[in-house]
């Protein structure tokens, strides 16, 4: 079986997005496994699915597979390459579209300067709904990690992030304890584990080992739950710009139950054709 892909980027971290509207797409975990494989399919991060609607009120339907194979919620930087592909493929004439996930209905729009504005939603801090074993409610918490206490805040932006402040984000674990924050027990379906250091009270650096995929260079929703972290924490100003290790992101909270703003750029790499049966 043939299928036609586009190879997208957002900040580093990367897809292979699949028009699902057009075309007759079966995913199965292996064959995303086989996809995402950088050595012996396209590679990338995560593969995007475009699918049309199947509720009212919105515009496409939104579907993320991880490196994995498994799927998952949300993804922020494979919705700004979205808007972009679904534009750019004739699927839409909207600059603005309302598109619905495993974790919620997002609005991603196209700005004028080119960059992608993601109403991302807002965040949920309720144990039960991240998920999170715990019997309480702290902005802070400690998280038992290999004979180690950390300290993070927990949070949703439509899938899990446990997120720590660290002094220097370069010299962070996130290759070691990264995956076992990941796994953590008291994450039932797995987290993603964030590491931000504050610059000032209007910029963050930040990495993110997410789930299934490992260190990405950028992480749209771990973007935001940094910042949303930091907010609650007192150190962060209601719009910050995160430095990632693939380039840079505006998010923008005002607290309580507002919606979260993701802003970044979507860059279309290249179309190509791939025999699933080769692969």
Known sequence: MKLKFTKMHGTGNDFVVIDAVRQRVDLAPGTVR???DRH????????????PATAPGVDFRYR????????VESCG??????????????????????????????????????????????????????????DSDAVVQPLAVDGETVMITALSMGNPHAVQVVADVDAAPVATQGPKIESHPRFP??????YVQVVD?????????????????ACGTGACAAVVAGIRRGLLDERVRVATRGGELTIAWAGADNPVFLTGPAVTVF?????????
């Open 201 to 217: 009270r209007g910029r963050v650096r930040l990495r993110v080992y997410e789930r299934g995929a490992g260190e990405t260079l």
């Open 40 to 51: 012996f399919g396209v590679g990338c991060d995560q593969v995007l699915l475009v699918e």
């Open 271 to 279: 179309e190509g054709e791939v025999d699933l049966g080769k692969l």
């Open 189 to 194: 379906q797995r987290v993603n584990a964030g």
């Open 77 to 134: 930087n494979g919705a700004r390459c979205f808007v972009r592909f679904v534009r750019e493929q004739g699927l839409t004439t909207k600059n603005e579209i309302r598109v619905e996930t495993k974790g919620g209905v997002i609005a991603p729009r196209l700005e004028a300067d080119g960059e992608v504005t993601v109403d991302m939603g807002a965040p949920v801090f309720e144990p039960a709904r991240i998920p999170f074993v715990s």
């Open 34 to 36: 086989r996809l995402a």
């Open 64 to 71: 993320i597979f991880n490196a994995d194979g498994g799927e």
